[in-house]
């Protein structure tokens, strides 16, 4: 069974200050991991995925995300927060035979001036 | 625009009403998912189509069905609508990868309220 779970529901950071957005996930086998950003009022959208390749990922606007096996996790990062980086962000987790996708519950990230 | 259309954006209806919504894939997916977003129950997995057939189920109600047509748009029946039914409704289409990962792009989401 497939489980991801995101360790904070908010994170606060002041712009140009590093992001660091925390997931753990739980999988049977070797799993294809993803981050997805939610602005407010839209829908999802695909920031960066992981499926057996390089353990460091780039996506877009600056983020990135390491898979570590032995830890289970599988953190997104930016080195310098921007103001429009505020949204939800949800990691998922999916079982290679499994045609579906499991969420997280989400981390609110709020960005200050 | 992820490519994924859905309609209608807004939905106002009342308890025990019925409605329709509808999303068409990006060009050349066959697969249709649907899931749910409310605030209690964050992204729940509803049910998948590929090419017309009922690929997996999630926490479908049983006042919901769901169908995907030969030209592969799909549409969610809710039916005897609860309080509970307002939600924002996401219809994603996905591209399988060389490794068996599925990745699934995301339509705009159609926001039912049900009053």
């Known amino acids: 069974a497939q489980s991801v779970t995101q360790l904070d529901s908010h994170v606060s950071v002041s712009e140009g200050t590093p992001v660091l957005l925390r997931c753990n996930y739980s999988?049977?086998?070797?799993?294809?991991l993803f981050w997805y950003v939610q602005h407010p009022n839209k829908g999802l959208q695909l920031l960066l995925k992981?499926?057996?390749?390089?353990?460091l990922v780039k996506g877009i606007n600056g983020f990135e995300a390491e898979f570590k096996k032995s830890e289970t996790s599988f953190h997104l990062t930016k080195p310098s927060a921007h103001m429009s980086d505020a949204a939800e962000y949800f990691c998922?987790?999916?079982?290679?035979?499994?045609?579906?996708?499991?969420f997280g519950k989400g981390t609110m990230l709020l960005v200050s001036p | 625009d992820s490519g994924v259309t859905q309609t209608p954006k807004h939905l106002i209806t009342a308890t025990g009403q019925r409605v329709t919504l509808r999303c068409s894939p990006r060009?050349?997916?066959?697969?249709v998912y649907w899931y749910q977003q409310s605030l209690d129950q964050g992204l729940q997995f509803l049910i998948q189509?590929?090419?017309?057939?009922?690929?997996a189920k999630g926490n479908i109600l049983e006042r919901f069905s769901a169908q995907q047509f030969p030209d592969l748009h799909s549409e969610l029946n809710l039916s005897s609508l609860e309080l509970g039914d307002s939600a924002l409704y996401f219809c994603?289409?996905?591209?399988?990868?060389?490794?068996?990962?599925?990745?699934?792009?995301f339509g705009a989401g159609s926001r039912l309220t049900v009053l």
């Open positions: 994603a289409s996905s591209v399988r990868m060389s490794s068996g990962a599925n990745v699934l792009t």
């Open positions: 992981y499926t057996s390749a390089a353990t």
């Open positions: 999988s049977s086998y070797s799993p294809s």
């Open positions: 189509y590929y090419n017309g057939e009922e690929r």
């Open positions: 998922v987790v999916s079982d290679p035979g499994y045609s579906t996708l499991t």
């Open positions: 060009s050349g997916d066959l697969s």
